[in-house]
């Protein structure tokens, strides 16, 4: 499979996505637990059926230690053990951030309170970016059909500065 476009081998493209790494830092540097991070971008891309990004925060997680059996059972979440109170608000947020079209008011506000509950605001403030940052990529490789599979942990480091 190919893409459809080549986001990486375009001037303009590049120079957006230099600057969409350099946002996913200010997350990256935020307070908000990485394995959270990445256990949030990871449910967003199976939800968007992004297979790129899929590949990346599957393999940027086990990169960082998270174990097979929670990146498996990630979407399925609601029915698995293996996950916080914290972590579940957060995939909650995830999927109701993500499937804002399918929810009359968006975030419900028993999952808010949940956020509300395990977060304080600077979290918040990095999660909730997150789950806009992720759905944001989700779709520029779906639009384009970037393939999954060949992505490496810290292949895009060089892109943010």
């Not at 830092?25 to 637990?33: C, K």
């Amino acid at each position: 499979m190919d893409a459809r476009f080549n986001l990486f081998d375009n001037e303009l493209a590049v120079k957006f996505g230099k600057r969409f790494a350099n946002a996913s830092l200010v997350i990256g540097q935020s307070s908000l637990p990485k394995a959270t991070q990445e256990l949030v971008s990871l449910r967003a891309s199976q939800i968007n059926g992004c297979g790129f990004c899929t590949d990346m925060h599957t393999k940027d997680a086990a990169a960082a230690g998270e174990t097979p059996v929670r990146l498996n059972l990630v979407a399925a979440w609601r029915e698995a053990t293996v996950f916080t109170e914290a972590e579940r608000a957060a995939l909650a947020l995830a999927e109701e951030g993500t499937r804002l079209a399918d929810h009359h008011h968006g975030v419900s506000d028993e999952t808010w309170a949940q956020v509300r509950k395990h977060y304080d605001d600077d979290q918040i403030a990095a999660l909730v970016s997150l789950v806009a940052l992720i759905n944001a990529a989700n779709r520029l490789n779906v639009i384009v059909r970037n393939p999954a599979g060949s992505y490496e942990p810290g292949m895009f480091a060089d892109m943010k500065s």
